[in-house]
């Protein structure tokens, strides 16, 4: 059997990925800057495809363009394709911002192979992310929204499942165990880590803030992970 390469294997998701895919048995072969390619450059690339029939497509830059040139350097160079599974995220339609853009163009490349796409809500590694930066105040300021957090560890079983099958073109999106408001984890945040701060919430104007008001960031009828933020934060 020839190895699953993981693009963005040494990434949060990324390596929970490689860890669920290895206790399966199967070789992985991981491609990341830090393992000396780049598919925004293209370097090392075509040898990280050579011969490889599945790639689960992790890597992002961050920014929505660069990701598109990483996704169309990948495709390119990747003949051998025969399953390319891609991580996307849930809301990238409905949602008008730069990066979600990118996701969705993203995907229409991903198409062009044999694959099967994924979308899924924020990890908890995000939101602890951004709630520990609002910490940094005296007063947390919190945007009026709802969150469904979801653990990579779920994330990262369902993509070995997917990777380990047929190619399924794009399935039901995945989402945490629980719809909150932020502030909700917020205060799980502070109880978590022995913190004492005020909180006050905010709205943006503007589409994209609305379109998370309205839940576009949510899949409240599927929620298929099992990790709650507050066993994420506690364990
Ligand atoms: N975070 C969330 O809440 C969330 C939710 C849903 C979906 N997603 C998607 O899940 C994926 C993984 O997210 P993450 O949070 O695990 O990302 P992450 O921790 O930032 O990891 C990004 C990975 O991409 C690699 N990378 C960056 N630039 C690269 C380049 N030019 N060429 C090759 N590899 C490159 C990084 O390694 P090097 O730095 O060594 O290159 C790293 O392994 C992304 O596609 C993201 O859009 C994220």
Redesign the pocket.
Known sequence: MTPILV????????RAVVRELTATGRDVRV????TG????TGRGVAAAVADVETVVH?????RGRRDVT?TRNLVNAGTSIRHLVF???VGIDRIPIGYYRG?LAAERIVAERPHTILR????HD?IRTVLAGAAMLPLMPIPRLRAQPIDVRDVAARLTELATGDPRGRVADIGGPEVKPLRALAAEYLRANGKRRRTVEFSLPGKAFRACREGGNLVPGNPAGTITFERFLTS
Request: aromatic content about 4%.
């Open positions: 693009t963005g294997g040494t990434g949060t998701l990324g491609l990341s800057r830090g390619g780049d598919l925004v992790l890597a992002t830059t961050l990483a991580i996307s995220i996701k899924a809500t924020q990890f995000l």
